[in-house]
């Protein structure tokens, strides 16, 4: 199993539309997790932490899932700004290392 | 304004030639990182630091070197061995990396290219 894998995309979807991506990871002691965004040939900017409970930050919603070692995002009303590559992101093999899934790709049309 | 500066943005390297790449922060972070992404890749990690004078190696720091003799720098040395070197190689930094639900601050990349 990928140590964190994402779905592969890309996800093609109208403005207002809602739209999930989900992310597995393989280490079960990892204890940090991430949704990242980048657009295209820029650095990844942090979009949001993921906590046990659930998180919310306007329209993004980020979940978690311990025991299956699931991470989600979802992205309600989407906008044309909204498009880009989402990273998923976790704490790997210690403390300061992170592990980046590939990405997905979402494309938001008028 | 805080931040992570990298330089160059665009880097031609001929065969056989080391480059540098250059890395600088005035976040006052410890810890600073070295990434590769190749096209529909995830970002991977060549080398890391925690502290001055000390670095470790990532996943794939064969053909790469680094140094960290001053706190706010980090370079990156493409040498002559790496021979697949196109990429864009991004510089990032964390403040604590021992700290659970660290974030990292990314520099803005350079893309190197081979000629």
């Known amino acids: 199993r990928k140590e964190v894998e994402q779905d592969p995309g890309p996800f093609n979807v109208p403005e207002g539309a809602t739209v999930a991506f989900n992310c597995t990871y393989s280490n079960s002691a990892s204890q940090s997790f991430f949704w990242y965004r980048q657009d295209c040939r820029k650095e990844p900017k942090l979009l949001m932490s993921v906590y046990s409970s659930g998180n919310e930050d306007g329209r993004f919603t980020a979940q978690l899932n311990r025991a299956s070692q699931y991470i989600s995002l979802l992205i309600r009303d989407s906008k044309l700004s909204d498009s880009a590559t989402y990273l998923c992101?976790?704490?790997?093999?210690?403390?300061?290392?992170?592990?980046f899934g590939k990405g997905t790709m979402l494309l938001v049309s008028p | 304004d805080g931040g992570i500066t990298q330089s160059p943005k665009y880097l031609f390297r001929k065969e056989g030639q080391n480059v540098t790449l250059s890395c600088e922060q005035n976040?006052?972070?410890?810890?600073m990182y070295w990434y590769r992404q190749d096209p529909g890749q995830g970002l991977r990690l060549i080398y890391y630091?925690?502290?001055?004078?000390?670095?470790q190696k990532g996943d794939i720091a064969e053909g790469y070197s680094v140094s960290r003799e001053k706190k706010e720098s980090f370079p990156l040395t493409v040498t002559s061995a790496q021979k697949n070197p196109t990429a864009f190689y991004l510089c990032?930094?964390?403040?604590?990396?021992?700290?659970?639900?660290?974030?990292?601050?990314f520099g803005s990349g350079t893309q190197l290219s081979v000629l």
């Open positions: 992101v976790v704490n790997g093999k210690g403390y300061s290392t992170l592990t």
């Open positions: 990032a930094s964390s403040r604590n990396p021992r700290a659970t639900n660290e974030k990292l601050f």
């Open positions: 630091s925690q502290i001055v004078n000390d670095f």
């Open positions: 976040l006052n972070h410890d810890a």
